[in-house]
């Protein structure tokens, strides 16, 4: 079992900023894809940004060039940088993760974005 623990979430103002982490413990050898998904209320969960072990990244159109996923695999841990936030951004952020073709998932970090 891989269990994912996410921080870093909270209110912002439009146009501010945030960083989420989320550190991934127990049986974590052999994750390759580590991401985040976010969800808001009647919508399916949606790919964020993912990135694998070797450092390829993958990023949602609507997120592009204001969010920055990166990884510590020492730490394994991923962030989330969150910068020029809109109030459409607002969602529970999932971290997630994948190993051996299984999905991992955490519990969730509320991210919002109001004036």
């Known amino acids: 079992q891989v269990q994912l623990v996410e921080s870093g979430g909270g209110l912002v103002q439009p146009g501010g900023s945030l960083r989420l982490s989320c550190a991934a413990s127990?049986?974590?050898?052999?994750?390759?894809?580590m991401g985040w998904y976010r969800q808001t209320p009647g919508k399916q969960r949606e790919l964020v940004a993912a990135?694998?072990?070797?450092?390829?990244?993958n990023y949602a159109d609507s997120v592009k060039g204001r969010f920055t996923i990166s990884r510590d695999n020492a730490k394994n841990t991923v962030y989330l940088q969150m910068n020029t936030l809109k109030p459409e951004d607002t969602a529970v952020y999932y971290c997630?993760?994948?190993?051996?073709?299984?999905?991992?998932w955490g519990k969730g970090t509320l991210v919002t974005v109001s004036s």
């Open positions: 997630h993760s994948r190993k051996f073709g299984l999905d991992y």
């Open positions: 127990g049986r974590i050898f052999g994750i390759d894809v």
């Open positions: 990135v694998t072990s070797g450092g390829s990244t």
